[in-house]
């Protein structure tokens, strides 16, 4: 077997030794014949003319100093000199790899410093830094300008119109033919995406030339976009099962899901399948979880996979894979790998993707890979030397997540109806009553935060930035510090009053995982964590997001007040969305919030009270109807005065002042 061997040339170059056919043919050569002329002659393709000081403008380099020439682009692909994609013709000049000639199978920029960024890739090297920041800064993955990628397409006041006159007017005036994808509506404004940048420059040209049945003309916006997510229904899940059914040789355990948006089997049903659609990979991963978890071999080669995100639980799922194809996709960052990287594989195949162009030389390139696969035996059809390693086998998986803990069954008991008290209340359309659970003391504060997981858009936060006290966000300011402490909610009124301004919520209680971690006969501190969506959301699709919440309570009669309250809401991440409001109520018995509602929310009947006032206060329930709570309070209020008490609860009734929620038991 031939050695393993980067040559350098003397003009810094670096290529295969014979053993590697992508670089080796009688076409090609990079000792002999290669001249470096700096300013002294003319070379092809606009070669840079000139000394030092070259200046540069729109069209090129300018010389500033001694020499007398300039640089010109080329109208090719190619930008001046030689590089590792160009190659040497027999008569010594320099040919690029668009024009005809002897067939050359070429390696990515790894093997050559001078074109990455450059040469090969027809954008100049500022604007495509500058491009990647922008994308990077909006936390979008970054693509050439002649790469395929979504459009999102926004009507603002679209609800107005209409899904069928804005697809309408926009197809009778548009030229190039269109095909809308997840139209929808979020809040007013209607939203749908197409993949075709001609067509989104078209449906772009529309901007304002269209009226709207309110006689206002209708706004076009357009924007890159990651891959929508739809959903499938149950007959497209099961066209693409027979079509991974056809794809896989159970011989070898092998899934050829290469190229599958232009499946022959799939286009005749006239579905479209592509992979960077979040929705098809998701039921591709279950797919091979419920039928193939056996999978050893699989090629996701030219799917346009900018992202692996969606690949993220395959390696719990099949977790024998060995060979690995994901040449020809648009993964941009050697990152990426990081979320498969419990795969223990042999065979990689990365060549084609952008991520390739970022190394300075192979061995560069094989150490950041072999970071992430350590036992890469064969990369991009090249074989490595065998990896030194020093692991013992051991296993890396995590222990599973444990549920609730509670620290005995009565304060299990005793928390739980805390909970369901709470947030029933909390869910329901008056948060005041909610005043009965705090103590007249109690602080409460708020922090916000978007979910640094989610690598693309997440819902806003925008309706509760202006109470959040996240020190994150916060300076260090004499103002700032004014600001921290007037966030800090003091006494049950001004608690409470706060909570009624946030959004209206349903939380799943199912989601619920609550840990106590401190109980004693005066205080008991314990975190509930789980999921909600806002139920006064405009969007057909309401936001999930994601909380943890810290009580410290002290006992109040057999009940419990809070003295503290500690709210963190976040987005939810994709796992949380997927699982979450799946089991309607009632509750089933796993979750740590019983199914059946407490007698008495917070403050139960104190046992304190006199054997006498204890009669009166179940007689007083008995005959108006009212809960414990507002029966003790109005007794209390009358100095426990029976009579009194019934007279003046009988004359509010009368002038229904009585709130609903004294009713409530």
């Given amino acids: 077997m031939a050695n393993f061997s980067v040559t350098t040339g003397r003009d810094g170059s670096r290529y295969f030794g014979d053993h590697d056919d992508r670089w080796s043919d009688s076409g090609s050569s990079h000792g002999g014949g290669k001249q470096r002329n700096r300013g002294r002659g003319n070379r092809p393709y606009g070669g840079y003319n000139g000394g030092r000081g070259g200046r540069y403008s729109h069209g090129g380099y300018q010389n500033r100093g001694s020499g007398g020439g300039r640089y010109s682009r080329s109208r090719g692909r190619g930008r001046g000199g030689p590089n590792p994609r160009s190659r040497v013709d027999p008569d010594g000049d320099f040919s690029m790899g668009d024009e005809p000639g002897p ?235 990081r979320k498969l990287q419990d795969w223990k594989l042999d065979h990689l195949i990365l060549d084609g993707n952008d991520l390739c162009d970022k190394f300075k030389d192979n061995n560069a390139y094989v150490s950041a890979i072999r970071k992430k696969f350590p036992k890469v035996l064969t990369l991009d059809g090249h074989t490595l030397p065998p990896p030194i390693t020093f692991d013992l086998e051991t296993s890396s998986e995590l222990p599973a997540v444990k549920g609730s803990f509670f620290i005995n069954d009565s304060i299990q008991t005793s928390t739980v109806n805390f909970l369901k008290a709470f947030f029933t209340l909390y869910d329901s359309d008056n948060r005041q009553p909610l005043m009965e659970a705090y103590n007249e003391e109690a602080l409460f504060s708020l922090s916000v935060a978007k979910n640094p997981n989610i690598e693309y858009s997440q819902p806003k936060v925008h309706d509760y930035l202006s109470e959040s006290r996240n020190f994150i966000k916060m300076g260090k300011s004499t103002s700032e510090s004014m600001r921290k402490n007037k966030l800090l909610k003091r006494g049950k009124i001004n608690i409470v009053a706060q909570l009624c301004d946030l959004p209206s919520t349903t939380h799943d209680y199912n989601s619920f995982i609550v840990d106590v971690d401190h109980s004693s006969e005066i205080l008991r501190s314990f975190i509930v964590e789980g999921v909600f969506k806002e139920t006064d959301s405009k969007s057909d699709r309401p936001p999930i997001r994601a909380f943890s919440r810290r009580f410290i309570t002290v006992p109040q009669g057999a009940g419990m007040n809070i003295v503290n309250d500690m709210l963190t809401i976040t987005n939810a991440s994709r796992e949380q969305i997927q699982n979450a409001f799946k089991h309607p109520a009632p509750t089933p018995s796993s979750s740590p919030v019983p199914e059946s509602s407490p007698p008495a929310p917070f403050t139960q009947t104190p046992s304190t009270y006199t054997p006498e006032q204890q009669q009166m206060i179940q007689q007083f329930v008995a005959q108006s109807g009212m809960n414990h709570q507002w029966s003790i309070k109005c007794l209390e209020q009358n100095g426990w005065n029976y009579e009194k008490s019934g007279e003046i609860f009988l004359e509010l009734q009368k002038q229904n002042k009585i709130p609903p929620e004294a009713f409530t038991k």
């Fill in 103 to 337: 067939s050359t199978k070429q390696r990515f920029s790894p093997y050559g410093t001078s074109s990455r960024g450059s040469a090969g890739r027809g954008r100049n090297r500022n604007d495509g830094g500058n491009n990647y920041s922008k994308m990077q800064r909006m936390g979008l993955p970054f693509t050439d300008s002649d790469s395929p990628q979504w459009y999102k397409v926004i009507i603002p006041y679209g609800k107005k119109g209409g899904k069928d006159f804005i697809l309408k007017s926009l197809t009778e005036r548009v030229d190039i033919p269109f095909k809308p994808v997840d139209f929808h509506f979020e809040q007013e404004k209607a939203v749908f995406f197409v993949q075709e940048k001609q067509e989104a420059n078209a449906i772009r040209s529309q901007d304002k030339k269209i009226q709207l049945p309110n006689g206002f003309k209708m706004i076009v916006l357009v924007k890159p976009s990651p891959p929508p997510v739809t959903e499938l229904d149950s007959g497209a899940l099961e066209k693409l099962k027979l079509c991974m059914s056809a794809r896989y040789d159970p011989s070898t355990k092998a899934l050829n899901l290469s190229c599958l948006a232009k499946d022959q089997s799939l286009a005749a049903e006239n579905l479209f399948m592509a992979l960077s659609r979040r929705s098809v990979m998701t039921n591709v991963v279950k797919v091979i979880e419920e039928n193939i978890p056996e999978l050893e071999e699989l090629d996701m080669s030219d799917n346009r996979l900018i992202s692996l995100e969606a690949m993220r639980d395959l390696p719990q799922k099949a977790p024998n894979v060995k060979k690995l194809n994901l040449g020809k996709n648009k993964l941009s960052h050697v990152d990426e790998l």
